[in-house]
């Protein structure tokens, strides 16, 4: 299989994990959470798939941390950029270049990357920002649906994670057709 050229970038919260079933300790730390369905099998399937794989979230490191050891996809990730590190929130860019930094990548490499989240505010419109593709992954009704901006328009929707692999899969193949037009 050749390498993926589109790199993934993933929200946990309500994108991986159902915020609904989050436990935390005293210090507000997440010690428990339920994957919402069909998350933990997308991302063995992206990552057998071949796509590298980011977190980028808003939260605590050891949160992420307790979450994604827990259903065993730690590993797969590349990099885990979280708000507490970077002392900033989606939408800010820096929450997106600190990802893309960590990942070895420069600011014209944004059009590689999507960016998987189920916030149209902070997800979706600090990738629309950067020139990064948005992919809104509407599955609770927990965070609205409707873009109330411009920069809160996703370049795509899915339903399920399992939704996720196919479309990657074509976006990546553009992505190698555009590249191999240019070069």
Not at 56 to 72: I, K, P
């Amino acid at each position: 299989m050749r390498p993926r050229r589109l790199i993934a970038l993933l929200d946990c919260g309500d994108t991986l994990i159902d915020e609904g079933t989050e436990i935390r300790d005293d210090e507000g730390i997440v010690v428990f959470g339920e994957m919402i369905p069909g998350a933990q099998q997308m991302i063995h399937d992206l990552d057998a798939a071949g796509f590298r794989l980011a977190l980028v979230a808003d939260g605590r490191f050891v949160s992420f941390e307790n979450l994604l050891s827990q259903h065993g996809v730690l590993d797969v990730f590349e990099t885990l950029t979280c708000s507490d590190a970077v002392r900033h929130q989606k939408p800010s860019p820096r929450m997106f270049k600190a990802a893309l930094g960590a990942l070895d990548l420069e600011a014209h490499d944004a059009a590689r990357c999507v960016m998987v989240g189920n916030n149209l505010a902070r997800d979706i419109a600090g990738a629309n920002a950067l020139g990064i593709t948005s992919i809104h992954l509407a599955w609770t009704p927990r965070y609205p649906r409707v873009p109330a901006a411009d920069l809160e328009r996703p370049d795509h929707t899915i339903d399920t994670p399992a939704e996720l692999l196919p479309l990657l899969e074509r976006l990546d193949a553009r992505l190698r057709e555009a590249e191999e037009r240019t070069a």
